[in-house]
């Protein structure tokens, strides 16, 4: 009696044991964009995979357009587990991200691509581990370009005074400034109603985000500075880390450089594509010479040597290498 007692005993352990193993885990994403956005297509791509390498035992929940708050509120952590951030917010908790975002570093989509695959990127990624967050993988958007109502920029004199919305950061203020502009920084959930009622006069952004976002409604010109790369990270919180075993934290790197890798390439292939678009739409496009706005977008490096010395210079150096 006794022995079959333990014999049923054991196989209930076992059973239980199975259960616990199999159990599924559900983590909740955030990011701020549309449907058809790429910062929602990488969440997608991220959850297919997850889920399908982990053959189901991993369920990620997408929460887009700001479900969970807007991209400074969800960095705080408390409601997402992961989240698909523009680096230039993620730079006001860890600023040696902030180096993606100096004017002219990168010279091209090639350029971009063998920084994403360097030692460097993934060092840069970890930046923020000490503000609990863990950087999972880098996403290149695109370079951003200048929209607005006043004029076609073509020189330095036509930006001159124009009132441009920019991210919440110094860097991009110090650009816009070097340019002769009036650079406003404000979150990019105001940008719509700004422009609409005449506050600001354009912004800056990707040819895909103006697309997504419809800032072709209430803009006129775009013109294609290409001034700063622009880049989205998938990032977790340190916490939900830290709480997984670390055979799934390898599957979670894997799956989120696995998919950045993918949309990048799609953003690298559907650049030209949204510029047609945005015509399409009744915007006006010009081209012009980049080189006198690179040749006066000085300040920010300046800036930024100043705040953050070889530590942050020797990321710049990296990437400039990699020319």
């Given at each position: 009696?006794?022995?079959?007692l ?61 479900q ?7 960095m ?62 880098l ?36 650009t ?26 354009g912004?800056?952004?990707?040819p ?33 880390m830290d ?81």
């Amino acid at each position: 009696m006794k022995k079959c007692l333990c014999l049923i005993l054991a196989a209930i352990m076992v059973m239980s044991l199975s259960a616990f193993a199999c159990a599924e885990t559900t983590y909740r994403l955030g990011h701020m964009s549309p449907l058809d956005n790429n910062y929602n297509l990488l969440a997608e791509r991220f959850k297919a995979l997850v889920e399908e390498k982990s053959e189901g035992r991993i369920k990620i929940e997408i929460y887009p357009q700001a479900q969970l708050g807007y991209d400074r509120e969800a960095m705080q952590f408390g409601t997402v587990d992961f989240a698909v951030n523009t680096t230039s917010v993620i730079s006001n908790f860890a600023p040696l991200i902030g180096t993606l975002d100096l004017p002219y570093l990168f010279d091209d989509w090639d350029h971009i691509i063998r920084f994403i695959e360097s030692d460097s990127a993934a060092q840069l990624l970890s930046e923020g581990e000490n503000v609990g967050l863990s950087g999972l993988a880098l996403m290149g958007r695109g370079f951003r370009s200048v929209t607005n109502n006043v004029r076609p920029i073509t020189s330095l004199d036509d930006i001159r005074g124009v009132k441009i919305r920019v991210v919440e950061s110094t860097v991009y203020l110090r650009t816009f400034e070097d340019f002769g502009a009036i650079a406003s920084a404000m979150s990019f959930g105001e940008v719509f109603t700004a422009l609409q009622q005449g506050a600001i006069d354009g912004q800056e952004n990707p040819p895909e985000t103006i697309y997504a976002e419809r800032v072709y409604e209430v803009q006129e010109y775009l013109s294609l500075t290409q001034h700063i790369a622009g880049w989205a990270a998938l990032m977790a919180s340190q916490a939900t880390m830290d709480s997984m075993s670390a055979e799934d934290q390898a599957l979670i790197r894997e799956c989120a450089v696995e998919a950045a890798a993918a949309e990048t390439q799609v953003n690298r292939e559907k650049e030209a594509d949204f510029i047609a678009l945005l015509e399409d739409m009744g915007m006006t496009v010009n081209d012009l010479d980049r080189a006198p706005f690179k040749a006066v977008a000085t300040s920010a490096y300046t800036w930024f040597e100043e705040n953050y010395g070889d530590a942050g210079m020797a990321y710049v150096n990296a990437i400039d290498a990699q020319r």
